[in-house]
């Protein structure tokens, strides 16, 4: 069964990803993220949002991989910390707000 995965970023890292300039999103190695990415289900989707009142931006993009590594520190993630790597594909809708 496909899923879709739902994440809350800050502006920065969703205005990035909302104009194509980042294509990867982190997660740190936290037991919540790991059940996440472990339990076997096939997330094929992200819903990311920008804050969490009623009228949020957020915009639906496809999920073309998730992998752990290093990721780029000037997209966000740890300097020289394993993080899960969620490879973002094309933007496939978002809301009136954004």
């Known amino acids: 069964m ?3 995965l ?4 800050h502006k920065k890292w969703f ?3 909302l104009h194509g300039g980042k294509k990867e999103e982190y997660r740190e190695m936290k037991p919540y993220f790991n059940k996440i990415f472990l339990a076997g289900k096939k997330h094929n989707t992200i819903t990311f949002s920008n804050g969490y009142a009623k009228n949020r931006r957020q915009f639906v993009v496809e999920l073309t991989n998730i992998q752990n590594g290093l990721g780029l520190e000037a997209w966000g993630a740890p300097l020289g910390k394993k993080v899960w790597i969620l490879h973002l594909g094309e933007i496939i809708s978002k809301n009136q707000y954004c």
């Open 6 to 9: 739902h994440l809350n970023l």
């Open 2 to 4: 496909n899923e879709t």
């Open 15 to 17: 205005d990035m990803i």
